[in-house]
C-alpha cells in the first residue's frame, strides 16, 4: 500500500577519495625525502567524489529496483518512501505481477483499496490468479487492468469458492481485439479424462488459442489410462510452449489419429510417461523443431532416443534424465545413445541432469560443453538404497580434469562412495571448480545393522559433520568462492511413491473398471 506521505530522505552516497591527495613523506620510506617531497608536488589533489543513487539515470535505476524487488519485494516498498522520483520509477516495477488475494476481489474493493486498485489497472502487466478466489471479483478487476499480458492460473486442489471456481474463459476471449494477445500459463491441473458430455471440459474451461504454459500435476484417479481430453486441448493449442505432463507408475501415452500434431514446444516435461512411440509416430505427431528444456522422468529413455532424430535437439539448453522406468534392461543401450547425444549433437548444454550407467558414460561428453555448462548433477542407477551394494564413484583424477574444464558449473550433484574413492582426494578434487557454491553428495550410510553401537551416538551424522569441516577448511585455504549450500544424502533417501498390493486380484479387478488402489508416500534410504 502506497504511503499517503511523501518521505524526503536524503539520498545514500558514497564518497570515493583517493589515498594519494595526501602525499606526505614517510619517515620510513626508502627513498631519499626530495625525491619523495618532487613526487608530492607533482601530485595535484584529487577531488572528492560523490556518488549517489539520485544520480543515477531512471533506465539503471530501473535496473536496479527491478533486482530489489527480485530478491526482497518488501524492501521496494521502502524504496519508494524516499524521495518523488524514487516512488515514480518503484511504483510500476510494484505492481508490474501481481499476485491476487481475497482482500482485492471482494464487493467493495473498490470503496477498500482504491490506490492499490487504481496502481493495478494502470501499471500491472501480469497476474496470478488462485482458482479459489471469488469469481466476479476475478473478472471485474482483469478486465478493468488496462496492459495486461498474461494470467497466471493456479488450480488449488480441493478448495473452491462458494460461488464456484474462476475459469479462464470467463474473461479471455482470442476474438476480443484487446485480449487476443494475452498468454495464458495453466499451473497444477491435475491429470483427468472426462467422458460423454464433458469430454470437452479442458477446452471449454481454457481458452486454447491464448495457451502458452500447461503444468499438469499427479492424476486423479492415479494412473490414468487415457488422455484423450488433454490431448484434444493441446491439439488446439497453437502457442503452446511448455508441457509438463505427470503421471504415477509406469503411466500411459497419446494415442494419434492421422493428421494430428502437437505443437512445436520449447519447454517438455514427462513424469511416468509410458513412451512407446515409434520413430514414424513421432516424425508424424509430436513437432521438436523448437525444443530447448527436456526432462525425462521415469521413462524408458531407450525407447524415446530410439523413435527421435538427435539434430532435433541440438539446441538443448537443459537436459534432465531419470531413467527410473520399467525397461531396466535397456537402461546401459540407453546410456550411450544419452552419451552420443551429448557428445555429438547438443550444441551448448548450460544444465545437464542425468542418471546412468556412469561408468559407461565417458566424460569428454562433458567436457564437450565447458564453455557453457553451469549445473552438473551425474548420479549412477546403483545408488545407495542397498547397503550392501558398491555405487560407482568418479576417479579423483576424472574429478580433478573436470574442474579444469567445467569453469563455470556454480551447482554440482554426485555419488560418493567412500568404499571406492579416497574420501579427501574426492573432496579436493570437488574443491577444485572455481565457481562452484552448491554441493550435494549422495553418500552411504556407515550404519551397520547387525553391530552393536551406542544409541545415543549418531555415526551418519558424525561422519556426514568430518565432510562439512573437510569442505569448508578447503575452501578457505584456498582463494575459490565460499559454500552457499552443501547437502550430504545419506543411505539413498528419498520420497517415493508405492501400491498397496495386500490383495492383488481384488487390485488389478478395480483396474480393469478404472479405479485403482490408493497410493502412499513412504521414506526410502
Known amino acids: 500500500m502506497r504511503s499517503s506521505t511523501d518521505l524526503l530522505l536524503p539520498s545514500p552516497s558514497i564518497s570515493l577519495s583517493s589515498a594519494l591527495s595526501s602525499a606526505s613523506p614517510s619517515l620510513y620510506s626508502s627513498r631519499p625525502l626530495i625525491a619523495s617531497c618532487r613526487m608530492a608536488s607533482s601530485l595535484k589533489p584529487t577531488p572528492a567524489l560523490n556518488l549517489s543513487f539520485g544520480h543515477l539515470s531512471s533506465e539503471l535505476l530501473a535496473l536496479i529496483f527491478e533486482q530489489l524487488r527480485d530478491v526482497d519485494s518488501h524492501s521496494l516498498e521502502s524504496v519508494r518512501l524516499a524521495s518523488r522520483r524514487f516512488d515514480a520509477i518503484a511504483t510500476p516495477i510494484v505492481y508490474q505481477l501481481v499476485t491476487l488475494n481475497e482482500r482485492l476481489v471482494t464487493p467493495d474493493a473498490h470503496q477498500r483499496y482504491p490506490t492499490t486498485l487504481s496502481q493495478i489497472c494502470i501499471h500491472t502487466n501480469h497476474v496470478v490468479v488462485p482458482s479459489n478466489l471469488n469469481p466476479e471479483g476475478i473478472t471485474r478487476l482483469l478486465l478493468g487492468i488496462q496492459r495486461l499480458a498474461s494470467i497466471r492460473w493456479r488450480f ?178 540407453a546410456t550411450g545413445g544419452l552419451y552420443l547425444l551429448i557428445k555429438d549433437h547438443i550444441q551448448a548444454l548450460e544444465v545437464l541432469d542425468m542418471t546412468c550407467h556412469t561408468q559407461l558414460f565417458p566424460l569428454d561428453a562433458i567436457e564437450a560443453h565447458g564453455r557453457s555448462l ?51 582426494e574426492f ?26 553401537a551406542p544409541s545415543d551416538v549418531d555415526r551418519d551424522y558424525e561422519a556426514a559433520m568430518q565432510t562439512f569441516r573437510f569442505l569448508t577448511q578447503s575452501r578457505h585455504q584456498g582463494a575459490s568462492r565460499p559454500w552457499k549450500r552443501v547437502t550430504i544424502n545419506v543411505g539413498g533417501w528419498k520420497r517415493v511413491m508405492v501400491r498397496r498390493l495386500s490383495n492383488y486380484e481384488a487390485s488389478n479387478l478395480l483396474n480393469q473398471n478404472d479405479e485403482f488402489p490408493e497410493l502412499d508416500t513412504i521414506e526410502e534410504g
Open 156 to 333: 488449488v486442489a480441493g478448495d473452491s469458492h462458494a460461488a464456484g471456481i474462476w475459469l479462464p474463459s470467463d474473461v479471455l476471449n482470442p476474438n476480443h481485439k484487446r485480449l487476443c494477445e494475452i498468454k495464458l500459463h495453466v499451473e497444477n491441473l491435475p491429470l483427468c479424462e472426462f467422458d460423454n458430455h464433458l469430454r470437452d471440459c479442458y477446452t471449454q474451461a481454457l481458452p486454447a488459442q491464448l495457451l502458452a504454459s500447461l503444468k499438469l500435476t499427479s492424476p486423479s484417479p492415479a494412473l490414468s489410462t487415457r488422455l484423450g481430453s488433454l490431448k484434444r486441448l493441446l491439439l488446439q493449442s497453437p502457442r503452446l510452449q511448455t508441457l509438463h505432463y505427470e503421471d504415477r507408475g509406469q503411466g500411459t501415452s497419446f494415442s494419434f489419429q492421422p493428421g494430428e500434431r502437437l505443437p512445436p514446444l520449447a519447454q517438455l516435461l514427462l513424469r511416468s510417461y509410458d513412451w512407446n512411440h515409434s520413430a514414424e509416430v513421432v516424425r508424424k505427431h509430436w513437432d521438436f523443431s523448437q525444443i530447448k528444456a527436456l526432462e525425462l522422468v521415469s521413462v524408458p529413455v531407450f525407447n524415446f532416443l530410439s523413435s527421435i532424430s538427435f539434430s532435433d535437439l541440438s539446441g538443448l539448453h537443459t537436459l534432465h534424465v531419470e531413467d527410473y522406468s520399467h525397461l531396466p534392461d535397456r537402461r546401459q543401450e
Open 374 to 424: 553451469r549445473v552438473l548433477r551425474f548420479r549412477d542407477h546403483t545408488g545407495f538404497v542397498e547397503d550392501d551394494r558398491r555405487c560407482p564413484t568418479l576417479w579423483a583424477g576424472d574429478l580433478q580434469l573436470l574442474s579444469q574444464r567445467l569453469r563455470l558449473v556454480h551447482t554440482l550433484e554426485l555419488d560418493m562412495d567412500v568404499g571406492l574413492c579416497d574420501p579427501p
Open 427 to 452: 573432496l579436493r578434487a570437488i574443491c577444485a571448480f572455481p565457481s562452484l557454491d552448491t554441493l550435494t553428495l549422495h553418500v552411504q550410510t556407515v550404519v551397520k545393522p547387525l553391530e552393536d
